[in-house]
């Protein structure tokens, strides 16, 4: 295969004088110039001054004597220029920014297309006064005055945003070939230094196309053109647009001598649709190593992977097999997809969330963020000695850190230029030398570590936009420095260091301008991204733009993308090309239009082309998940004893028989569900608040038969004794208003509801607390294969009364109770069957109450729903018609010895399988236990109802 830069190497070499040092050849990419050079190279293999090879950007700017303007420079000069035209009605910086952009844009595309600033903005204005015109002679709003001002001081932004920059002698890319126009138009000799060859273009902006035509007739510069018959001559191919343009007014350049690629040698396409991305960039690993084109020698230097969709790029990465040899990424990755780039934001994030109601001059933030910054991998990898530091902040209850434990933590206490981390200057260089921080420490790793480069890309673009904040005397807000930074990092690539033209080459579409590859694998050539919508945010509209102006629109900016699509198959010996084929929204999951025209289109006309389509199924397969099991060995089986000695709960046997590895995990290991900071009333603190208030009301009425009086609380007494207990307990929580205040006026609720049942009760019987939140505990011994096990059982029971002289257990709960699941008819059930576990709970503070100094049999056991107004006790009992009568309770409800026997009969049975080796701790088989479980991701359960 001829590739069209080895014709021009070969051009070059042969015909004099255009080889020669004084030779300008322009090329469409800076990529194309370097395998330009190495054509060269291989053709001339001798020393020589070779001419220059320069891409079309830079030759313009060279030839203007200017220097491209830095984006962010552009956008914080538009503001001044903004602040200057409006005055005291200048909006914000977080405003305006957004409107720059598409500012800059229309300015760049102006100059572009060689319009006349003043007409067109004039014109803008006045087809906006006419579409706002009134026949009623009614007068305009507030707002709508304003709007056509502003297209009214389009001209005169433009035009002082262009002295400014001139002034700066940085400028627009549209603004330079707008100048170098000029400069030729006014026969103002530009000084050439010798022949120029443009070469590989296909569509000129009309700027770059009078900058050409010029040249070629005052200059003797000549245009290759890099085309084909097949969409030149076929006046559907919108591929071939601009170049029949072209041919019909032979301007720039005639296009008269293009060859016919397509009708010759043998071409083998694939069309390939493959599920999601995932599958297309396993495919590419896949065809790397089984291609037919792969059994030929030294095939990586013929080959590309192009990505129409460059967010595959990482995957793609993750996807090439070692076998499949060296490869060069010529496409930079956007920062913003790398970790460093989602540190600055979680950063800003940060900063952004300060505490309300801050003192003046202390600033406070949210501790969650924080852990998710110090969470991430970059913080990790250069902070990762201050991990016991995290994990003792993390076992605490705040809520806030402050700037000043950020800085003696990350910076060893250094001086910032003020505590208030929420100014963006004082924001960006507190997270630049926390980068600072992060290299010096990794400073003797790999220099290849994507990581550490994606860090370094991040600490130069942090020192560019301080610099920029430093020089502007504008308001500044966070909201616009996590705006501009976003902007910078999805913009800013990481270049991949390397041999740029060793092994198969892995780039963006762009990026295949003028290079010719033997064998393609296209990845993401669906109909969103290729040909795209091309639509990008404009204050000119589609009909004026096109229409009135004649600038380009949907059609040529579509023929464009058709042009390198068509241009990089028809030089190919193999091309696969592989599509989403799973529908999503808007055409996503739709093959692009230009892979539906080659399948109907190019075999018919073309013999030697074989085109063919495949489907590919293949979902990731998803490996069955083994179950997990933890075996009791010796050092688990220590572990146990350590836990039993240290006294389980009545709620641990519960979770013991709900699922064994839960208990296990959360018992035995102590894995606990993560600490969370949270500014609201999270579930056990509300219990706990219940728990302590009502232990707080009846304490003065310990060992007292309680009075109807007694209990004569208002609810502002109530209110003002949970306000206490929240002040005291938690204290960064606002329960005035919001979520909170309904929490809190629930709490009081359940509260007044308690004291009134309180009252009605001791109407009825005698009642008489005798202990409350008692800590009570007793050993059971177990015998397991002959070893003696003792294992404590520890509780707080939450109030003990003698009811008409009866000792009742009560324990307090805030959620539900089903009378049905503190009904036994058989005690073994009771460890059996999960729905039990209440009554579970209850017979093992009644065992665990009759133990040594507790009481003796006949008592009662019961639970109070605190949410239900209507019920008062909900009495253990041991009937067995509850499936008949479920609303109702059985009335056996004694506690006797024989139960008690039974009872410590189960659970030395329950304790002794929990000690036996044989016994691993699995996990549960009924999935409705996992449905509040924590480690549910763990166990890859899903919750029920999902
Ligand atoms: S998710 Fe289910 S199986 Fe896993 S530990 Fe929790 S309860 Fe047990």
């Not at 603004?175 to 126009?181: D, E, I, P, Q, T």
């Not at 610099?467 to 502007?472: A, E, P, T």
């Not at 589609?542 to 009135?548: F, N």
């Not at 969370?676 to 603190?685: G, H, K, P, Q, V």
Request: glycine content about 6%.
């Amino acid at each position: 295969m001829s590739q069209f830069l080895f014709e021009i190497a070969r051009r070059l070499a042969v015909v004099k004088p255009l080889g020669t040092p004084q030779t300008t050849v322009v090329l469409p990419t800076r990529r194309a110039a370097v395998f330009l050079r190495h054509h060269m190279a291989s053709l001339l293999q001798k020393t020589i001054w070779a001419p220059d090879i320069i891409s079309i950007e830079d030759f313009i700017y060279s030839a203007v004597g200017y220097q491209p303007a830095d984006p962010i420079e552009l956008v914080f000069e538009l503001y001044s220029v903004h602040r200057e035209v409006e005055g005291d009605n200048a909006r914000t910086p977080d405003d305006f920014f957004a409107v720059a952009e598409v500012m800059l844009a229309d300015f760049d595309e102006v100059d572009q297309h060689l319009i006349d600033p003043d007409v067109l903005f004039n014109y803008l204005h006045e087809a906006r006064a006419i579409d706002l015109w009134n026949p009623d002679g009614a007068s305009l709003t507030d707002f709508q005055k304003n709007y056509l001002a502003f297209y009214a001081s389009l001209t005169s932004y433009y035009e002082k945003l262009r002295e400014r920059m001139l002034q700066k002698e940085r400028i627009w890319q549209g603004l330079a070939s707008r100048m170098l126009n000029d400069r030729l138009a006014d026969n103002n000799t530009l000084q050439l230094k010798g022949p120029v060859l443009f070469a590989g273009f296909n569509a000129f902006t009309p700027a770059e196309e009078s900058i050409v035509g010029k040249l070629c007739k005052d200059y003797g510069a000549e245009v290759k053109w890099d085309a084909d018959a097949w969409y030149i001559e076929n006046q559907e191919q919108e591929a071939g647009l601009f170049l029949r343009r072209y041919r019909e007014k032979r301007y720039p350049a005639p296009v008269d001598d293009y060859p016919n690629h397509f009708a010759t040698g043998s071409k083998n396409i694939t069309i390939m649709g493959a599920p999601l991305q995932i599958a297309q960039v396993k495919q590419v690993g896949r065809l790397l190593t089984e291609a037919p084109f792969t059994r030929e020698p030294g095939w990586q230097s013929r080959t590309a992977v192009v990505l129409a969709d460059e967010s595959l790029l990482l995957p793609l990465l993750n996807s090439i097999p070692p076998s499949a040899g060296k490869f060069n990424v010529t496409m930079g990755l956007p920062l913003r997809t790398t970790p460093a780039g989602s540190l600055a934001e979680l950063w800003l994030e940060l900063f952004s969330n300060l505490r309300p109601n801050s003192e003046p001059g202390v600033n406070y933030y949210f501790i969650s963020d924080f852990y998710r910054v110090a969470m991430h991998p970059l913080m990790i990898k250069g902070f990762g000695r201050l991990r016991e530091q995290f994990d003792i902040l993390k076992k605490t209850d705040r809520l806030y850190i402050s700037a000043h434990e950020l800085n003696e933590l990350f910076l060893s206490g250094e001086v910032l230029p003020s505590q208030n981390l929420s100014l963006p200057v004082n924001a960006i260089e507190f997270i630049r030398k926390v980068v600072d921080r992060i290299l010096e420490s990794t400073s003797d790793e790999a220099t290849g570590d994507l990581l550490l480069i994606s860090t370094a890309t991040l600490k130069d673009v942090l020192t560019r936009v301080q610099h920029y904040l430093n020089g502007f005397d504008g308001p500044l807000t966070m909201t616009m420095l996590q705006r501009l930074l976003g902007q910078v990092a999805s913009s800013v690539r990481i270049p991949f260091a390397g041999e740029p033209l060793a092994g198969i080459q892995v780039m963006g579409m762009l990026e295949t301008r003028a290079l010719d590859f033997e064998n393609v694998i296209m990845v993401g050539v669906n109909d969103d991204i290729l040909p795209g919508s091309g639509h990008s945010p404009s204050f000119i509209p589609g009909d004026i733009r096109t229409e009135t102006f004649g600038m380009a629109g949907f059609r040529e900016k579509t023929s464009v993308m058709a042009y390198h699509f068509y241009r990089l198959l028809q030089r190919v010996k193999s091309a696969f090309l592989l599509y989403n084929n799973i529908p999503g929204n808007l055409g996503k999951g739709e093959p692009s239009r230009f892979l539906l025209q080659i399948k109907h289109e190019l075999p018919k006309a073309m013999p030697n082309i074989s085109l063919k389509e495949v489907l590919i199924s293949d979902f990731p397969r998803v490996t069955p998940i083994a179950p997990i099991v933890i075996e009791k060995t010796p050092e688990v089986i220590n572990k146990l004893r350590f836990a039993a000695g240290k006294g389980f709960s009545p709620t641990s046997l519960s979770l013991l028989v709900e699922c064994p590895l839960r208990f296990y995990l959360n018992r035995i290991e102590g894995i606990n569900e993560p600490e969370r900071a949270t500014l609201m009333i999270e579930s056990d603190r509300f219990g706990n608040a219940i728990h302590d208030l009502a232990e707080q009301f009846l304490r003065p009425l310990l060992h007292k038969t309680i009075a109807e009086d007694d209990l004569s609380i208002q609810r502002e007494t109530v209110i003002d004794n949970l306000t206490d207990w929240f002040n005291r307990n938690q204290p960064d929580l606002d329960c005035r208003s919001g979520n909170n205040l309904l929490v809190f006026n629930v709490a009081v609720d359940y509260l007044m509801n308690f004291l009134k049942k309180e009252r009605e009760m001791c109407t009825l019987q005698k009642v008489v607390p005798v202990q409350l939140e008692a800590v009570i505990e007793r050993v059971i011994e177990i015998d397991c294969d002959g070893i003696s096990e003792s294992i404590l059982f520890k509780g707080r029971a939450d109030r003990i009364d003698f009811r008409n002289d009866f000792p009742v257990v009560i324990d307090y709960k805030t959620g539900t109770v089903d009378p049905r699941s503190v009904s036994i008819s058989m005690m073994d059930t009771i460890v059996e069957q999960p729905k039990h576990a209440k009554a579970l709970q209850l017979m093992t503070y009644a065992w665990m109450s009759a133990g040594a100094g507790g009481f003796n049999p006949p008592f009662l056991c019961a639970i109070w729903p605190l949410k239900a107004p209507s019920k008062a006790l909900v009495y253990l009992n041991f009937a067995d018609d509850q499936q008949e009568r479920p609303r109702h309770q059985g009335t056996d409800r004694t506690i006797t010895s024989q139960r008690l026997n039974d009872f410590e009969a189960v659970l030395t049975t329950l304790l002794t399988n929990l000690f036996n080796p044989a016994i691993p701790f699995t996990q549960t088989k009924e999935i409705e236990n996992c449905r509040f479980c924590p480690f549910i991701e763990l166990c890859n359960r899903v919750r029920p109802g999902h």
